[in-house]
């Protein structure tokens, strides 16, 4: 009979083999068919009938979100015994995998090491309710302060920027909405907006106020001033305030004229400080910086690519710079390229053009496939692998020739490492076996051999990888107050996180059977970027989301740069990253694993980088907010490895 | 009081005597076939209910047992002895019967779950509240309780017939397999009608497809019933989807017995108002085409409401229609309402009050509630429209009362006037870590109090000024003040454990309502475990634990007089108490499904109340009757407001659109579009020139309340036929929206000086 029911929504029924499955058991075997038919209806009348009282908790709950408590409350309501030991605030975690054709739920339960939950330290006390009171809105004006929701929604933004009848010619700046007096939308002005929506937008002045100007003036000198404390805490504004949004014109050019006038000055400092600023703006969740992009990408690609950054080229590390913007340039091309703009195929093209010159400089050339690198390993593939040969020889001519100048040696020197490090990783995945280093060779010219080595070595990795259970799991850990993020690493100590993180742990091998469904073998390491963001929320629980919703990309491994930018957080900060397994000794089954915890704590500034590699588990960073950003690529490892 | 300490135990025996009483009236599975009255087995279609065959007298004897037989296993001899003296029972037909009920018991507590809650609405007048609660109160007293109930309970009986014999109304019925061809015979004929007839038939497309689903259902056409469904369901309007869900899932025989909205649909006949012209139409089509079918359904499961003049438009229609059982039939909202306020006591105003009269022209009402406060009442006369002073007795005004007025003056001399041009600021408090989640707020009238309801069972207190919370001190502590001093006042209070907030501890389930006394004496808290608590905001302990409803209790509201308080629930009845007297003054029936919020009227002479059932009624707290029912919502409805004046209402529903009501014509005015989720706050500026508004949906509303009532004022009604025209545009009216920070608004409130505060828990 519930073969006949119409795939209809509202008349669904549980399958009769749910039937069966809990006669069984329950020690009821051999149900008859039709018993299951009945019992199938009756018990989906039942659970809706259920779900529907349920509601009504709900609503009275004042949530969006039915709760497991709901369903208690309905079950009494109907003289029902509740069912305990479902207290979950939040919702199940119940973890997917699919594969061969059949689709799996399934509760995520791990083995846990007494030990380890000993030798955890308690979790913090949550913190009691509280009250707090903001103006939300003084006399029908909406003040933007970061209590209150920006004036222009991302969404809103974004809408605005893509609009086609609101189209812009390029160069032109796209205004704000129509706000009067500045901040704020009152309301007669939202509802002439809403009228005003089918026509062109009127073309309307930009005032910012007297605040704003002063906020302005103040973050800008911070940005590019002396004091690396007064820094930190203007990047952090500019990464979470949510109110930028008016000024965020005159902060794409400041940037992009301060890049222009630096690189004339090879003022290497200052762009590093302007690359920041972007790299904050990109950060802010609540900016949508695509009507900006024509001021901000020509002043990334310049940082990237352009012949000199510094005073002293053979001394001044803007190799860093150039690695930073590259991969800033990936991001703003993962989260803005589309098919309408094509900055993706645009910018590589230019960086191609470049490469392929033969009269690039050296500098030139290593930005130039930095940038290429970056945008990931399909670019490589096509772009920079052809190239490999004609590079080698290029490298060959300057390390092995007379020497001409030092600076030509040293950038000959960063492209070749450049090269080998991006590129190993990917022939690992697509290069069959063997690895014959004649071959190399022959077919990579000069590189070859280093290559080779650098493959051999990828590949090791890629196999301890594939032995380790890998896999994604992104458990969003809903409001609570605090957080204890413990990363066990060693062999069969999996981490213990007080029940709402899991995060991804060792070596249980009874789990993975389960997962793997992604098939990761040694033979074809390819396992995805994963990457999770662990986010908990701190005592200022109002702003807190912007701080850590900071969404890295695939940064690869822990670079320099990177690190002075976290420690910059005026907000405790603890950064986790994870960049990957190393080498394994096969027959010891144990694995290595290089991990790099930059633990920030403020507002003292002090960092301090602990790296801990291979079988302790090594460090529990406990503090108010937690961000663990984990990335796992092949290259990366590699990179790290050594 | 006795009723408050022992809670718990006895609320769970209370659940087991009501479901053996309750068997009998509901029929129940075969299990509980041993129940107190020898009942025919309920599938077959017994004409006359099995209760009734049992004749009151002994079904109000069974009941008394089932009494008797609980005391006694609870061991409360003496209650015993004086029930059964009482009621001149004799020690031997009590052990007899006994045995029988205790077999029932068992069976009723394993089986009779379900349906127990179906005939609540009934029972719970029957649930005899304080029988076990209180048993070392003279039972004399019970019993006198009890067969008053039962009185009532018969009395009800006709309005909630017992389910068997609802159902067996659907057992005469025509050939399953015509069914479709029926019903869209019927929509061919209406769709063949001329335009101006068409709105008005189309309205009985969606009780007659329920009331032939369930026919078929009832007869056991399973098959087909699912068949008409299917292919009819998509042609209701949209907001009967809910409705429509809960039919969907309801395709046997055995599940009609336990389905609350479908007792309802048959209890309760579909209202329908049509004009005469379209139903003499739609009676000349059935009589041609010898549809009996059809028209049996009309006669016996709709009401129609004919009236003479134009048929209205769809538009009209359908600002009406939505309620669970059709429109509210013109009578009922024909009662008179004093929506007047009372006349303000004179209280001798402190010398500066020369220049409040000099900035007020229009002198405000000297009131102790201030947010119902007046905005058209210009003289200090009787206003016509308003009730005799002592209608409801209301009580004396103490000497801090008086103060307070005073201070309350002041204040009004301060207010700022709002309107379009001027518009409040608002003060958003914002609960952060309110993790246990937060369910219900409210505001001292004078704003210095906040008081949050927690769905952790706790109910914690904040104060938003400087004064610290301070309790009582102990008795042995107050034994060593002098209390002949000056102060005494302030020496009785402890300064130790003063703080910014307290908890009170004493509910065991979610809190979903709270609400402040006047006096900022008390607070009361309703809660999911169908109590009501009044707590002292001087000792903050619970003073006294209202019983009487069984189930969750989702609202609860202090009079503006203070002394009285509403209560409404999942028992669909609301109650009407003193805080002086255990037992409810007046018990509101009529809702078909759950109460979900409550209000008084600023005179205090009316209550209203919104419901699940998508319908508001007002009550008359003086007789108990209902006077007004507003349909025209399509959701379950969240939020009310009466305006300062007494002369509208508001009410905001999950569907998030708010809607006006004229109390005395007792007609639709206004309908606010906006919000995109429930609004579950509402509330007008001191002097009603802003109507408020929050919602799920993160936002505070304003609207221009003046502008609404106005453009409908100069507008005749067209009161015979209670046709309404709505502006089209609400939009006009929408002065502002403030978007919260993923914050909820639950709850609203304007200070004295018209300053809003809203609160809310934020929830990343």
């Given amino acids: 009979m519930a073969d006949e029911r119409r795939p209809k929504q509202c008349s669904l029924v549980l399958p009769t083999e749910s039937m069966k499955v809990m006669a069984e058991s329950v020690g009821v075997g051999q149900l008859q068919e039709e018993c299951c038919v009945a019992l199938s209806e009756e018990v989906s009348y039942r659970i809706k009938e259920i779900a529907q009282d349920a509601l009504k908790f709900m609503h009275h709950g004042k949530r969006r979100k039915l709760t497991t ?122 509802k002439g907006k809403e009228k005003s929506i089918s026509r062109l937008k009127p073309r309307s002045t930009h005032e910012l106020s007297v605040e704003q100007q002063l906020y302005y003036k103040e973050i800008t000198e911070a940005c590019v001033g002396s004091c690396e404390a007064k820094r930190a805490e203007a990047l952090q504004s500019i990464a979470t305030d949510p109110g930028l949004y008016q000024m965020l014109p005159r902060f794409s050019t400041f940037i992009s004229e301060g890049v222009r006038v630096n690189v004339v000055q090879n003022n290497l400092a200052l762009l590093i400080y302007l690359m920041r600023m972007v790299k904050a703006l990109m950060d802010n969740p609540t900016l949508y910086l695509e009507k900006y992009l024509h001021e901000l990408i020509p002043a990334v690609v310049t940082c990237i690519v352009s012949k000199q950054l510094c005073l002293r080229p053979d001394m001044d590390n803007h190799w860093a710079l150039r690695d930073f913007a590259a991969r800033l340039m990936a991001q703003i091309c993962k989260t803005f390229s589309t098919t309408n703009n094509n900055i993706q195929s645009r910018i590589t093209k230019t960086f191609t053009k470049s490469l392929l010159d033969d009269k690039t400089q050296w500098t030139t050339r290593y930005g130039s496939i930095a940038g290429l690198a970056e945008l990931g390993p399909d670019v490589i593939k096509t772009l920079i692998l052809p190239r490999l040969s004609i590079e080698g020889a290029r490298i060959k001519a300057v390390v092995e020739g ?53 493959v051999v070595k990828a590949r090791a990795q890629a196999a301890l990888q594939a032995q380790q259970v890998n ?172 | 009081m006795a009723a408050v300490q022992d809670a718990p135990v006895e609320a769970d025996n209370e659940k087991e005597i009501k479901t053996e009483t309750l068997n009998d009236a509901a029929g129940n599975h075969a299990s509980a076939a041993g129940g107190v009255i020898p009942s025919p087995p309920v599938a077959s279609t017994s004409s006359s209910g099995p209760a009734k065959a049992g004749g009151p007298g002994s079904e109000e004897q069974q009941t008394l047992m089932a009494v008797l037989q609980f005391l006694k296993k609870n061991n409360f001899v003496g209650a015993v002895d004086v029930l059964r003296r009482e009621a001149g029972i004799l020690e031997d037909s009590d052990e007899s019967q006994g045995q ?168 309760s006949k579909f209202v329908l108002r049509i004009s005469r012209d379209s139903y003499q139409l739609l009676k000349r089509h059935l009589q041609e085409r010898q549809n009996n079918q059809i028209w049996n359904i009309i006669q016996e499961h709709l009401y129609i409401d004919i009236f003479d003049g134009m048929p209205r438009s769809k538009s009209q229609i359908d600002s009406m229609s939505g309620s669970l059982a059709g429109e509210a039939k013109r009578e009922a909202n024909k009662a008179k309402v004093f929506y007047g306020l009372l006349k303000e006591p004179e209280i001798d105003v402190p010398l500066d009050d020369e220049d409040e009269e000099g900035e007020n022209e229009e002198g405000k009402p000297k009131k102790k509630k201030p947010k119902k ?11 016509p429209n308003a009730p005799q002073q002592n209608r409801i007795p209301l009580p004396e005004l103490k000497d801090s009362d008086k103060l307070d007025k005073i201070m309350y003056m002041k204040e009004a001399t301060k207010r700022i006037r709002l309107g379009p041009e001027s518009l409040p600021s608002i003060c958003f408090y914002t609960f952060l870590n309110a993790y246990q989640g937060l369910t219900a707020v409210d505001f001292t009238d004078d704003s210095s109090l906040i008081a949050g309801g927690f769905a952790d069972s706790t109910v914690r207190v904040w104060s938003v000024t400087p004064k610290k919370l301070r309790s009582v001190k102990s008795a042995a502590d107050l034994n060593l003040i002098d209390k002949e001093s000056d102060d005494v006042l302030e020496r009785i209070m402890d300064e130790k454990s003063a703080s910014e907030s307290k908890i009170l501890y004493g509910h065991s389930g979610p809190v979903y309502g709270v609400s402040f006394s006047p006096d900022r004496n008390y607070l009361l808290s309703c809660s999911e475990d169908g109590t009501v608590r009044l707590w002292s905001l001087q000792t903050f302990t619970c003073l006294v634990g209202y019983k009487g409803h069984n189930y969750p209790v989702w609202d609860t509201q202090f009079s503006p007089y203070g002394y009285y308080f509403i209560s409404g629930g999942h028992d669909r009845v609301a109650r009407l108490w003193a805080t002086d007297h255990y037992q409810p003054l007046r018990m509101f029936a009529g809702h078909l499904a759950d109460i979900t919020c409550t209000q008084f009227h600023p005179n205090s002479n009316y209550v209203a109340t919104g419901s699940a059932d998508r319908t508001v009624r007002l009550w008359d707290i003086l007789n108990g009757n209902c006077v007004r029912i507003f349909t025209g919502h399509k959701g379950p409805i969240h ?11 508001a009410s905001g529903a999950t569907d998030g659109r708010v809607l006006l009501w004229d109390i005395g014509h007792g007609l639709m005015i206004g309908e606010l579009k906006g919000h995109t989720d429930t609004v579950y706050s509402l509330k007008f500026s001191r002097d009603g020139e802003i109507l408020a508004s929050g919602s799920m949906d993160n936002t505070v509303r304003l609207w221009d309340s003046i502008k609404a009532f106005d453009d409908i004022e100069t507008d005749d009604f067209t009161a015979a036929t209670g046709h309404i025209h709505l502006p089209e545009n609400s939009q006009e009216l929408l002065l502002g929206t403030y978007m919260t920070k993923s914050t909820p608004v639950i709850h609203l409130h304007f200070t004295r000086r018209n300053l809003l505060l809203a609160a809310g828990a934020y929830n990343p």
């Fill in chain 2, 100 to 267: 029988e009920l205790a077999a029932s018991a068992l069976g009723g507590a394993e089986a009779g779950d379900a349906t127990c809650t179906l005939s609540r609405a009934s029972s719970c007048t029957t649930s005899t509240p304080a029988v076990a609660a209180a048993p070392a109160k003279g039972a004399g007293e019970h019993c006198s309780t009890l067969s008053a109930a039962f009185g009532k309970r018969k009395e009800s009986g006709e309005d909630q017939p017992d389910v068997n014999v609802v159902l067996s109304a659907y057992s005469q019925q025509g050939d399953p397999a015509l069914y479709q061809g029926y019903y869209s015979g019927l929509k061919k004929f209406v769709e063949s009608v001329l335009d101006c007839h068409r709105a008005e038939l189309s309205q009985l497309f969606y009780p007659l497809f329920v009331h032939m689903y369930l026919e078929l259902v009832y007869n056991n056409h399973e098959t087909e019933a699912k068949a008409f469904f299917e292919k009819f369901s998509g042609d209701q309007e949209c907001y009967y989807q809910d409705d429509l869900r809960v039919l969907s899932g309801l395709t046997k025989k055995e599940h009609m017995k336990g389905n609350e909205t479908l007792l309802d649909f048959r209890t």
């Fill in chain 1, 69 to 190: 408590n709901d369903i208690d409350h309905a079950l009494k309501l109907k003289n029902v015994e509740p069912l305990y030991g479902f207290q979950s605030q939040e919702f199940i975690p119940f973890r997917f995998a699919s594969g061969g054709g059949r689709e799996l739920h399934f509760y995520e339960e791990k083995e846990v090491d007494l030990s380890d939950i000993i030798n955890t330290p308690l979790p913090r006390v949550p913190l009691d309710v509280s009250l707090k009171a903001h103006w939300l809105s003084i006399e029908g004006v909406q003040p933007a302060i970061p209590e209150n929701p920006p004036p222009v929604s991302k969404e809103q933004q974004k809408v605005e920027s893509t609009e086609p009848l609101k189209a812009v010619k390029p160069g032109q700046e796209e205004e704000g909405p129509v706000q009067g007096k500045g901040q704020g939308v009152t309301s007669a002005e939202s």
């Fill in chain 2, 639 to 649: 939020s009310l407001a009466f305006s300062p004046n007494g002369k509208y209402l």
């Fill in chain 1, 402 to 454: 007379p020497v001409i100048s030092n600076i030509d040696k040293i950038g000959a020197d960063h492209v070749q490492s450049l090269l080998l490090k991006h590129c190993a990783s990917v022939i690992a995945k697509t290069r069959p076996l063997p690895d014959n280093v004649d071959q190399y060779r022959a077919d990579y010219g000069y590189l070859g051999s280093m290559l080779c080595s650098h």
């Fill in chain 2, 373 to 383: 406060d007046s905005m058209g009442s210009k003289s200090k006369k009787q206003d």
């Fill in chain 1, 471 to 642: 896999r994604t799991t992104l458990t969003i850990t809903q409001p609570r107050p605090t957080l204890t993020l413990s990363q066990g690493v060693s062999t069969g100590s999996g981490p213990r996180t007080p029940n709402i993180i899991k995060v991804p742990s060792s070596l249980t091998l009874p789990v993975q059977t389960l997962v793997s469904t992604r098939p990761v073998t040694p033979a074809q390491p390819s396992p995805p970027a994963t990457k999770y963001i662990v986010m908990s929320t701190s005592t200022a629980a109002a702003t807190s989301p912007q701080v850590i919703s900071l969404t890295s990309s695939r940064s690869s491994s822990p670079i320099t740069s990177t690190a002075p930018s976290s420690t910059s957080t005026l907000q405790p900060l603890v950064k986790v990253e994870h960049t990957g397994q190393s080498v394994t000794t096969p027959g010891a089954g144990g694995s290595r694993t290089l991990q790099k915890y930059i633990v920030v704590s403020l507002p003292s500034a002090v960092s301090s980088e602990v790296k801990a590699s291979s079988l302790s588990s090594p460090s529990t960073a406990v503090d108010s907010t937690v961000k663990a950003d984990r990335t796992e690529l092949p290259g990366a490892s590699t990179h790290s490895s050594h």
